[in-house]
T-cell receptor, first 110, second 114 residues
Framework: KQEVTQIPAALSVPEGENLVLNCSFTDSAIYNLQWFRQDPGKGLTSLLLIQSSQREQTSGRLNASLDKSSGRSTLYIAASQPGDSATYLCAVRGTDKLIFGTGTRLQVFP | DTEVTQTPKHLVMGMTNKKSLKCEQHMGHRAMYWYKQKAKKPPELMFVYSYEKLSINESVPSRFSPECPNSSLLNLHLHALQPEDSALYLC?????????????FGPGTRLTVT
């Protein structure tokens, strides 16, 4: 059974720092991995999708990498801003559904 | 337009009520999903529709009844719910149910069962 874990569970940093959020999964037989952002009480915003054949994807200040063989993905956020404060979720797609990680709650203070 | 809309935003219902949640997308996607998210937990899949047909039911109690009247619309009919069913209900869609496609989520409906 696929299990997805995110470390750290919570992170509080000053504005301007570069951040790394980690996602690990137990079954490497995945089709893709998706990173989402969720603001409190809101829906999910898709940030990046990495197919299993890809190593990384970039969008603006965000860069996500995927190492399928070791069951790991990282989300790199450059020059963090208070507006980046949210919960970040990774999700892996197996044969039938998305399995979500436990999330990292990020707070960026001015 | 990569928007999935959900109504209502908030819903409070008693355990004897019948209500429905609505989800709509106009991206031409042929796969639509219902997820349930409890506080401080990740979303969990409930149902998947592919080409308006129910493809996956994750052993959801029958008090939740999904319906996909057409390719743009997904409903979740609620009846005789329990307080533990209080959660954020999220709808999502993707071009196809095939694994390679990105899922797009709506803003959710916050449901409180009293």
């Amino acid at each position: 059974k696929q299990e997805v874990t995110q470390i750290p569970a919570a992170l509080s940093v000053p504005e301007g720092e570069n951040l790394v959020l980690n996602c690990s999964f137990t079954d490497s037989a995945i089709y893709n991995l998706q990173w989402f952002r969720q603001d409190p009480g809101k829906g999910l915003t898709s940030l990046l999708l990495i197919q299993s054949s890809q190593r990384e994807q970039t969008s603006g200040r965000l860069n996500a990498s995927l190492d399928k063989s070791s069951g790991r993905s990282t989300l790199y956020i450059a020059a963090s801003q208070p507006g980046d404060s949210a919960t970040y979720l990774c999700a892996v797609r197996g044969t039938d559904k998305l399995i979500f990680g436990t999330g990292t709650r990020l707070q960026v203070f001015p | 337009d990569t928007e999935v809309t959900q109504t209502p935003k908030h819903l409070v219902m008693g355990m004897t009520n019948k209500k429905s949640l609505k989800c709509e997308q106009h991206m031409g996607h042929r796969a639509m999903y219902w997820y349930k998210q409890k506080a401080k937990k990740p979303p969990e899949l409930m149902f998947v529709y592919s080409y308006e047909k129910l493809s996956i039911n994750e052993s959801v109690p029958s008090r939740f009844s999904p319906e996909c009247p057409n390719s743009s619309l997904l409903n979740l009919h609620l009846h005789a719910l329990q307080p533990e069913d209080s959660a954020l209900y999220l709808c999502a869609s993707s071009p196809l149910y095939t694994a390679t496609y990105e899922q797009y989520f709506g803003p959710g409906t916050r449901l409180t069962v009293t």
